[in-house]
């Protein structure tokens, strides 16, 4: 099992930058795949990016360009940078590990793009 704690968000203009942190309970070196996921109101958890611990990555096709998903394995965090923020990518993002077939979630931390 694997606990994980997501922190960064917050209230922020468009066009600026926030960082999300997502800390797990454990080593993250063995997670084969960690990943975040957004949620807006009304809308379905959609993934927004992943890494794999062979630190391959991919992104939805709406943040390519502007966010950047990275690991720390020593830290056993994980990173979401956002760039270029859009009021569109208001949402709750949740960090997601993959252990075993089994999906692991954090709380959530709410960004909210506005002016």
């Known amino acids: 099992q694997v606990q994980l704690v997501e922190s960064g968000g917050g209230l922020v203009q468009p066009g600026g930058s926030l960082r999300l942190s997502c800390a797990a309970s454990?080593?993250?070196?063995?997670?084969?795949?960690m990943g975040w996921y957004r949620q807006a109101p009304g809308n379905q958890r959609d993934l927004v990016a992943r890494?794999?611990?062979?630190?391959?990555?991919n992104y939805a096709d709406s943040v390519k360009g502007r966010f950047t998903i990275s690991r720390d394995n020593a830290k056993n965090t994980v990173y979401l940078q956002m760039n270029s923020l859009k009021p569109e990518d208001t949402a709750v993002y949740y960090c997601?590990?993959?252990?075993?077939?089994?999906?692991?979630w954090g709380k959530g931390t709410l960004v909210t793009v506005s002016s």
């Open positions: 454990r080593s993250i070196f063995s997670i084969s795949s």
């Open positions: 997601n590990a993959v252990m075993n077939y089994i999906n692991y």
């Open positions: 890494i794999t611990s062979g630190v391959s990555t």
